[in-house]
């Protein structure tokens, strides 16, 4: 039997034995869809197989069918090749009660054939019906963190599956960083031994605790690593089923647990000091090299992430080796990120191989070949494609499926923000883009990063159903929203997902958005004039100056535009309201946020002043605090309630946790 029509069968594996899902549940949508009359029999003991695609179909089918060539069969399944295709991924079917004819450009166009196939199966039987599709982008990905928390084969495997069923086509896995390191490297065995084991179990406890390591074996040892021999039949499954695993090993940042190993790879030496690699030194590069290697003798894949993403360069400019190569380079310390970057580009590509990075990689010397990942600004994007580079689009607000799927109290502990599945499906990709641009954009991913997610259960639990609309995007394109249409699409499916194991969110029992930011709010101060004694920061400016005072209440996430954030000492939160003329007041009340993860604190001090003339102030309410390092999101109204009159109200809050931030939506005055 012919390979490639060999792992159709495999990936569909007993399609007709499936739970019933109907078939107006179709996820992603097909680009065309046409319902037909009847039902194709998936209880009829014998078919024809016709195979006019050049690939050999025989005994694909025996798990559901007698195959016969006699004329009497009463069904005929017949596969051609489809002619002109607009994407090697498209396919046509044409079902009807008496026949499936199956026109795919290639193996794996097959294979989304037979998916959708699984998906139009009813009691009657197959869905009579006419379908035309093709992916809207060629690269269709989630990414999973394993390094924060070690997940085993098996767990990636059944996520393989899933993402099998929803037509996606990379697994990227993001298998190194400080909470550790996931992949065995002959040369240097200290990274499996030590850099993949720490002594506390969840990466939160670790943190908390000096981010130490330990060895293997310990009694305290929790964490884990993949052998080669396990990542190559990983690798071999999901090929199987149309998917190709990218590895990302990080450089030049997040790489705590290699200086903890190999500490004289970083700038000082030093174990426990120093997150990058010195860029300076030759060492450096004869290790990632090395490393890069055995890497590459693993993953097929074309593509080689190498991160690049939030370096800190805390010694650069200290190291005498990062000195002298600034120098001869004649660049800054961000030069010299771009330098190294741009070499493993070169490495890569002798091998045959393509440069992935976030997108603090993108610089004008790195090969045309290059794809970036966006996860900041869409300015990023446009920047990637003015140097030619492929551009694949993962934007935090849109594709972080770490945040809070839900209201904050009602869900397990996250890393903060809030992403529920509507916003997910809301997303355009390249939206703002100009056109000529939009068609350049490669794929889009999610991405779930892992530090506050220590289970496998917990895992699939942020990833379903939000995964489901990154699969309908990136497949579909969605350039007609239809959210309702899409919410009772994704409960079906996260139904059939839970019969097959999957640990979904419960979307029918959604809480949904905080609702005091649903209807405004009323109150003395509206429209007032905002006198800023400490300006807000330029990165969350919300509404601007009026923010504070019109009305519009912020939501579960700081990032919604309607928070306004504070940063620095002494009282980084000052502002005055003027209310024109001087007023009966009872209360001034405001609403902060916490969201540890993302160093955002409730205030350690808060006060209300109150004046007449706006120079003399009279304070009416002051607490003071600690902050609770317990708390990783919650929401606190500080509140003045009295009897007095003014027409000034000054309301000032700092925290003293170095590079904490403050946020608030409305100072509301009664």
């Known amino acids: 039997m012919n390979k490639s029509l060999y792992t159709i069968a495999v990936a569909v594996g007993s399609l007709f034995m499936a739970t019933d899902v109907n078939a107006q549940n179709l996820l992603p949508k097909p680009q065309t869809f046409k319902a037909g009359k009847g039902y194709f029999s998936t209880s009829n003991p014998t078919v024809k197989i016709v195979n006019e695609a050049g690939t050999d179909a025989e005994n694909i089918y025996t798990r559901s069918w007698h195959q016969s060539n006699s004329t009497s069969a009463k069904q005929t399944i017949k596969f051609t090749k489809l002619q002109n295709a607009s994407s090697p991924e498209a396919y046509r079917l044409h079902v009807t009660a008496d026949s499936i004819v199956m026109s795919a450009a290639s193996a794996d166009a097959f294979r989304y054939a037979w998916q959708t196939i699984g998906q139009l199966k009813t009691k009657q039987g197959i869905m009579a019906?006419?379908?035309?599709?093709?992916?809207?982008?060629?690269?269709?990905?989630?990414?999973?963190?394993?390094?924060?928390h070690f997940e085993p084969i098996s767990f990636i495997k059944k996520q393989i599956d899933v993402m099998a069923q929803y037509k996606f086509n990379r697994l990227h896995l993001h298998l190194t960083d400080a909470a550790g390191w996931r992949i065995e490297i002959k040369r240097y065995p200290l990274l499996t031994r030590m850099a993949a084991w720490r002594p506390e179990r969840t990466w939160k406890e670790w943190s908390n605790n000096g981010a130490k390591y330990t060895m293997e074996g310990s009694a305290d040892a929790h964490g884990g690593y993949y052998t080669q021999d396990e990542l190559r039949e990983l690798v071999a499954y999901a090929a199987e089923r149309g998917i190709t695993i990218v590895p990302e090993i990080e450089m030049p940042g997040h790489s705590a647990e290699v200086m903890a190993a190999y500490p004289e790879l970083s700038c000082t030496h030093k174990p426990y000091e120093q997150m990058d690699f010195c860029a300076g030194s030759v060492a450096t590069y004869d290790f990632l090299e090395n490393v890069l290697k055995e890497v590459m003798d693993i993953f097929p894949s074309k593509y080689i992430h190498v991160g690049g993403d939030e370096a800190a360069k805390q010694s650069w400019g200290d190291c005498p080796l990062c000195q002298r190569k600034m120098k001869e380079l004649g660049c800054d310390k961000d030069g010299l990120q771009a330098n190294l970057i741009a070499h493993f580009g070169r490495f890569l590509n002798s091998y045959g191989r393509q440069l992935v990075g976030w997108d603090e990689v993108i610089a004008g010397?790195?090969?045309?070949n290059t794809t970036v990942m966006v996860w900041r600004g869409l300015e990023k994007a446009h920047e990637a494609i003015e140097h030619g580079y492929d551009v694949v689009l993962s934007p935090g607000a849109y594709c972080y499926l770490d945040a809070y799927q839900d209201a904050p109290l009602s869900q397990p502990e996250a890393i903060g923000g809030y992403l529920p599945l509507e916003k997910?499906?809301?997303y355009v990709p390249g939206e703002d883009l100009p056109e000529a641009e939009r068609k350049m954009i490669t794929?889009?991913?999610g991405n779930l990063w892992a530090e506050y997610i220590p289970t496998p259960e917990h895992m699939e639990y942020m990833l379903y159903p939000r995964a489901l609309a990154i699969a309908e995007v990136g497949w579909n394109g969605t350039e007609h929203k239809n959210y309702t249409d899409f919410r009772r699409r994704a409960i079906?499916?996260?139904?059939?997902?839970?019969?097959?194991?999957?640990?979904?969110?419960?979307?029918r029992h959604e809480k949904g958005e905080r609702p005091e930011s649903v209807k405004p709010t009323k109150h003395k101060a509206l429209g007032c004039k905002v006198i800023y004694n400490r300006p807000y920061s330029k990165q969350y400016v919300a509404g601007g100056d009026q923010s504070l005072v019109d009305g519009i209440r912020g939501g579960w996430t700081y990032g919604d535009k309607k928070w306004q954030g504070f940063i620095g000492k002494d009282y980084c939160l000052d502002v005055t309201l003027d209310l024109g003329s001087v007023q009966n007041l009872s209360s001034v009340s405001v609403d902060f946020m916490q969201a540890y993860g993302a160093w955002v604190f409730f205030p350690e001090a808060f006060k209300v002043s109150v004046s007449n003339d706006g120079k003399n102030?009279?304070?009416?309410?002051?607490?003071?605090s600690t902050v609770d390092k317990s708390i990783q999101s919650g929401y606190r109204t500080l509140a003045w309630k009295g009897h007095s009159k003014a027409r000034y109200v000054r309301v000032q809050g700092n925290t003293t946790m170095d590079g904490g931030w403050l946020f608030i939506d409305e100072i509301v005055v009664k």
């Open 443 to 445: 794929g889009i991913q």
């Open 129 to 148: 019906c006419d379908i035309d599709d093709a992916p809207a982008y060629k690269w269709r990905s989630i990414m999973l963190d394993v390094s924060r």
């Open 617 to 624: 102030f009279n304070e009416v309410y002051s607490t003071t």
């Open 492 to 507: 079906a499916q996260c139904d059939l997902l839970q019969k097959q194991g999957v640990n979904t969110f419960d979307i």
């Open 365 to 368: 010397n790195l090969a045309r």
């Open 424 to 426: 997910v499906y809301s």
